[in-house]
Structure formats: C-alpha cells, structure tokens
C-alpha cells in the first residue's frame, strides 16, 4: 500500500489560489450591465406559428396548498376544454404545460421561469398565496411574460405581467364592512392568521371602522397552521362585540369554528364574516360547526344564472357529482377566457399585444359580467354576502349594486389615505 | 481508482476536471434557465460539504442547517433590499415590502445594511459566530446523537417560525422582488450567468477547504471524536473544542451558500430555511454519501436534479417517485452514491477471482 498522501497546507493555498484565479477569469469575460442602465430585453422564444399555443398551469400539486389549488388547476383545464371543443383561440388549439409549485414560494419562482424560457407559454395561469404571487411577480416582469392570478388578495398591487381576477380588497373586504354596518353592527372583533393578508385586511377594517364609528374591540393573530383557539375564542366570546370579522387561513378555520361552536356561540349571537371559506372548506370544518355563518366573495356555486348554469354542470359532468364550484375556482375559469377573449381581440399572443388591448375585454362569467381594468389589470366584480345553509352551500343574501370598479390602492376612498403606499 | 484520487497528482486532476466542468462545459452546454438551476444546486452543495464535514467527519448530525443557510440568505437579502429602495427613492428609502406592511420608518436595525462590506462581515461572522457560540453551550455540555439532532431542528423550526411573525424581515412572504447585485442589474442574463461562476468559484473553494481539514491532523482527530469521544478525551484532548470547529465550519458555508441562493433564485422566505428544507439538506449527503468528500457535492446536485426532473414529467405524481428513490438508494447503497466506485470493485473482484478459479 503506498504512503497515504496529507494534503498539505501548501496545496490548499495553492488550489485557493488557482480557483480564484478561474473564477475572476470567468467573471471578467462576463460581467453585464449595471444598475440604472438598460437591459436588454429578453427575447421571447414563444412560437405560435403552429396549430397550437401553449400555456403554462402553475399550481401546487403537491403540499400543504395542494387540496384547494388542485381544484383551482381542475377549473383551468375545464375552461381550456372548453375553449378547444369551441374552435380555439384565434384557430389554435390551447396546449397546457402543467407544473407543481409544491406550496414553495422558490418552486413557483423556478417553475415560472421554466415555463417562460424552456416552455416558451404564451401565458401561464395559476398562483394562490400571496406568498407564491410575490415569488413570481419578478419572473414575470425580468422576462416580459404573462401570470393570470385567480385569487382574491391583499390589494395594494398592479403590475403590468399580472392579471389579477380575483377580487381586490375594495370588491370583497370593504362590500364585507358595507354590509355588516348596513345590519346595525357596531363593535368587531378581527381574528387572522399572522402574515400579511390578515394584516393588510385588519389595517382597512380599521381604518374603516375609524371613519364609520365603528369599534374594534379586540385584535388577534394566530400562527399559520396554528389549531389551539380556546384562548381567542375565550376573549371573542367575552369581549361582546357585534360580530367577528375572520381572516383565519387553512386549518385554522377548521380548529376556530369547532372551538367556537364548542363554547356555544351561535351565529344569531354573534355572527362570523369569513373572507377564506368556500364551498371547499365548509366540508372540513363540519356544518354543524359554521351553519349560518357569513362570508364575503363574489362567486357562488348557488347563483342562479345561465352561465353559472353551464359552469356547475360542466364541472360536474367532468370531474363528478359530488365536487363543489367555489369563488378561486370561477375565477381561474375565468382568467383562461378572459386571456382568450383579450388574444382574439389583439389579433395576437404577444405580451405587448394583449397588454394594450386588455381594456375593456369582458367575459360572461358565471358571477356575471367581468370586465378588464386596462390600467391596474384587475377586472370588475359583483360582491357578495353569503350564508352557510345546512346542505354545505352557500347563498347569496346581499350583493352590492352592480359590478365593482377594481381599486388595488383604494384610491377612491378618503378613510384610506394612510394606507396608499407609493408605486 | 480511488487510490489515484489519494495522491497529489489525483487531488488536482480532480479539481481539474470538476473546474473544467462547471466552468466550460456547462455554460456551453446548459440554457440561461438550466444554468441558473445549477447555480441553485450548487447553492445546496456547499451546505452539503459544510454538513458531509460535521456529520460524516464528526458524527454531529445536523437537521437545522437551515439556520446558518436562512441567516445568510436573510442578511444578503437585507442589503439588496436596501439597495433596491435607495436606488429608486434615494437615502434612507424604506424597502417596498415594508410600505405593503404599513411599516414608515426604517428600523434601526436595518440601515447599516445599506453597507455592502458590513454585509458580507455579517454573512461571514454573525452565523459563524452563532455556531460556536451554541456549540461551546452544547458540546461542552457533552450533548450527542439524537439530542443534539432534535435541538438543531428545533432551532430551525424556531428560527422560520420567529420570521413568520417578524412583519420589518417580510414575514411569511419573505424577501424578494431583488433588483440589482452590488449594482448589478439582475435581469441582465450576463450577471445571472456571473452569479453561477461564483457560486462554481465558492464550491470549489469549499471543496479545497474540507479537503484540507480532512486531511490534517485535524481531520484525524475530528474522525476519532466521533467514533469514539471517550477515547479522545482521555488521551488529553477537549473533544468539544474539535466538534466546534467542524460545527462552526458547516455553519459558514451554509451562510455563504444562503448569500448567494438569495441572488441567484430571487427570493428567500421562511419556507425555504425552516424544518423540511433542513432535512432535504441532510438527505442529500446521506444519499450522496456522507463520509467522503465529493459524495455529499454529488448527493446534494442528485437530489436536487432529479427532484426537478421528476416534477417537471410528472406534476402531480413526482413525490411518489422521489420517495421511492430515497427508499431504494437507501436500501441498496447504504454508504450512498459515493458507495458505487467501491461496491463495483468489489464486485470485480469477486468475478475475478471466481474466473481465475474456474
């Protein structure tokens, strides 16, 4: 057996050495432009000169965000059916490349970019936290390239590589406010989970109820995932207040209306207003536990209108009898047509093409007409107050006077001024 | 062959191949998208070595390496965030995130990363320093095995969890949204290409560094601590004070990976540091195969490619099949990847000697 050789403290200075000598070798030969001057734009390797264009579906597939945005994935492919059953869009059959954010803001970030560069998608359509939203946002706009948000948000963005066709906060929290003032209530107590959508929605109410008179007698935040409430619910039910404004994310919301229901709070007592629960979610916390609890969308599986109609039968017909339609859903249903719609418009599946004709684009949705906002690119929603009924479904008992204008950064309510952020 | 990589001569044709790879081949062979993959992998191949040098080497088996790795990650992402609000709205500009979260005023704690060189002695000193500073606390304790495992997964369950509900660092969304590094405009696919040669650059400087105490003196005695620590300590050594530095060692290339990770994949959230991604640090080295040198580099790029891969062919079915490669990797090649070279010599061996029988 020959000597065994220890590496002395010489060669490791020397292979120092001559790393860092390759390395600035590699990074003189490529050093590129520097802050404040211009990039040269990407080129966009999308190619429809065939009989297909393509399109990305982002979704997670996998981990915690995997059993609501399969749903959301389910409504994408129903739409693109439909769409190809109907001729295309502009004579083009719609191909879907499918990818997994896997609940990771990192993923959605990697898996966008492959869509973009390696895919070459003339749009991809997906994304449901916020969280996954601002992974991707970048993406989007260092490669010029297109996202269709379906979920409502926090508000407070605009940006010109993203459709956004859920509701902003004016179209679903302010309606949710509205309402409950309209029924006479006068003190709320705010529950959310602890990131930054309960918190910019807490920040509104308060500024809300500031201006309308209205108190906030109680303010908590749980952790994400977070299922011991014996404590919140405790000082809800002591605290008195009217009624309770919930922005509880995920399992949460299964944990807080049992605990709830536990201590005998009802909601004749002391109605909830939940911004996070759908016809998805009243499943898993149980009916017994939420019926006659309020919540605030735009869409319902229970409205009665002719494309509402054909969407319900359609999903059912695709994916069976016993699934449910819910709001992020339609909205992603949406989101493919209204692309479709804005392409046909345009003539085009360019970026630069489908930005400039995107205003005033409509599309006869299930939740009614929606229209394209050209300048914030989020588009005209009907709100909509619902009860939970014993039968899991929720019913529409308000809905605001026509669609709402989309209004990211609240500019047109006075109350709000602190909260406007620059651009 | 694995007694030519032994020798001087097999240490720097090693080096030599591996920089001709990750310096010739794959920029000329990988598109801008795939390199920049690379350059992610890369990211979590030099948490690889860091943690091949403290578990393999010195038997701590770390589960919290997203500590180390978070907090450069978040210290990187500080300054850039800083940098980013200066540029556009001029000195002492609050970043935009914080606008989002109502936050007016910069927190104190904030402005000294506007300074690129404070930045980098942070990234390089404060989880350095941490990691000695909790190593003395636990190694001199005598605090080993599944303990020591469960306390530094904690810490990173703790440490994901504290910036969830820390609104001033991005809170659950994290930090992103980065324009420019050290004023160079992100988006340009020239920088982005820069970025994969200094992550190359930093692995292989890596690389040489675990060599080097591997084979010193000093790798001698981390190897005996952790097959047999009693031993060490009676001939007269302070065998915490060894483990401290294998500890402190794999905390600082998990800062400088976190630092770089931030600026080439464009966003770091509690996500990306916490629990699972700790363990899918841990399960690269073990596949690769902990005990050597380049195993835990090969592990680490395996599992992060092939995760990649299989998601990318089948999207709702991939974990399934990462599951069972785990299984089976595990199974057959419990000394990892790294176990092949010696399996096949064997193997070779064995059907000698059975020819030169018959």
């Known amino acids: 057996m020959p000597q065994r050789f220890t590496f002395h403290p010489r060669d490791l200075t020397r292979s120092l050495a001559a790393t860092a000598a390759v390395t600035a070798l590699a990074l003189t030969s490529a050093c590129g432009s520097r802050a404040g001057e211009e990039t040269a734009a990407a080129e966009s390797c999308v190619d429809t000169s065939g009989d297909t264009v393509k399109v990305g579906a982002l979704n997670s597939l996998s981990g915690t965000m995997s059993i609501s945005e399969t749903t959301v994935r389910d409504a994408i492919y129903l739409a693109v059916d439909e769409i190809n059953a109907a001729g295309g869009v502009q004579g083009k059959q719609i191909e879907i490349v499918a990818e997994d954010g896997a609940s990771e803001p990192t993923v959605f970030a990697e898996k966008a970019e492959k869509l973009i560069r390696e895919d070459c998608v003339a749009a991809v359509f997906g994304g449901w936290t916020s969280a996954s939203r601002k992974a991707m946002l970048p993406v989007f706009e260092d490669n010029d390239s297109l996202l269709y948000y379906p979920v409502q948000y926090e508000g407070l963005e605009a940006s010109e590589n993203i459709f956004y066709t859920g509701a902003t906060t004016n179209q679903q929290i302010i309606p949710a406010l509205d309402y409950l003032a309209e029924t006479g209530v006068k003190s709320l107590y705010l529950v959310g989970s602890d990131y930054v959508f309960p918190r910019t929605a807490n920040a509104i109410i308060n500024a809300y109820a500031a201006d309308k008179g209205i108190e906030i007698v109680g303010e908590d935040y749980a952790q994400l995932g977070s299922v011991e409430f014996s404590t919140i619910v405790n000082q809800v039910s002591a605290s008195g207040a009217d009624a309770v404004f919930n922005t509880l994310n995920g399992d949460s919301n299964v944990a807080f209306f049992r605990e709830y229901a536990n201590v005998g709070l009802t909601a004749e007592q002391m109605p909830v207003m939940s911004v996070s629960i759908a016809e998805e979610e009243v499943g898993g916390i149980g009916i017994e536990n939420i019926e006659g609890q309020l919540a605030a969308w735009n869409y319902y599986q229970t409205i009665e209108s002719p494309a509402n109609t054909t969407f319900v039968d359609a999903f059912k017909a695709e994916y069976g009898a016993d699934r449910v339609t819910s709001d992020p859903m339609e909205a992603a249903y949406n989101s493919v047509y209204l692309w479709a719609a804005t392409a046909e418009k345009a003539g085009s599946f360019d970026v630069a093409d489908i930005q400039a004709s995107a205003d005033g684009v409509s599309f006869e949705s299930p939740e009614g007409t929606v229209v394209i906002d050209g300048e914030n690119h989020h588009v005209t929603k009907t709100a909509r107050i619902g009860e939970i009924r014993a039968d899991g479904l929720l019913y529409t008992v308000w809905e605001s006077a026509g669609a709402i204008e989309p209004d990211p950064f609240l500019e047109g309510y006075e109350w709000a001024a602190d909260l406007q952020v620059s651009e | ?358």
């Open chain 2, 1 to 358: 062959m694995s007694r030519f990589f032994a020798t001087r001569a097999g240490v720097w044709s090693g080096f030599g191949a591996a920089a001709l790879v990750l310096f010739g081949a794959a920029p000329l062979l990988l598109s801008g998208f795939r390199l920049g993959l690379l350059a992610q992998f890369l990211c979590y191949a030099i948490v690889a070595v860091g943690i091949g040098l403290a578990w393999g080497r010195g038997g701590m088996l770390t589960l919290g390496q997203g500590v180390f790795f978070g907090m450069g990650a978040y210290l990187m992402a500080m300054h850039m965030k800083m940098a980013d609000a200066e540029f556009r709205n001029g000195h002492g500009a609050v970043p935009d995130f914080m606008e989002l979260a109502g936050i007016r005023e910069l927190p104190a704690y904030w402005v000294p990363f506007a300074s690129p060189v404070f930045t980098i002695a942070m990234i390089l000193v404060l989880p350095t320093g941490f990691a000695v500073l909790l190593g003395f606390a636990v190694f001199k304790r005598r605090v080993k095995g599944a303990y020591f495992a469960i306390l530094s997964q904690a810490l990173a369950g703790a440490f994901a969890i504290l910036l969830i509900g820390q609104q001033s660092m991005g809170g659950f969304n994290g930090l992103s949204r980065f324009r420019y590094f050290f004023g160079y405009n992100l988006d340009d696919a020239v920088n982005q290409q820069m970025l994969y040669f200094i992550a190359a650059g930093v692995l292989l400087v890596v690389v040489a560094v675990a060599l080097q105490l591997r084979r010193s003196r000093y790798g001698e005695l981390l190897v005996a601590v952790r097959d047999a620590e009693e031993r060490v300590r009676f001939l007269g050594y302070d065998a915490a004070n060894i483990k401290v530095v294998a500890y402190a060692a794999a905390a600082l290339f998990a800062a400088v990976a976190g630092a770089i990770f931030v600026p080439v994949v464009g966003i770091i959230s509690p996500a990306s540091i916490g629990i699972v991604p700790s363990i899918m640090f841990i399960l690269g080295v073990a596949i690769g195969g902990r005990a050597s040198l380049v195993g835990p580099v090969v592990g680490a790029l395996a599992v992060a490619w092939a995760q990649t891969a299989l998601s990318e062919q089948f999207p709702s079915a991939w974990t399934y099949a990462q599951g069972l490669l785990f299984i089976v990797v595990i199974a057959l090649l419990p000394g990892g990847i790294a176990s092949v070279a010696a399996l096949t010599k064997r193997f070779q061996a064995k059907s000698a000697t059975v020819e030169a029988a018959a």
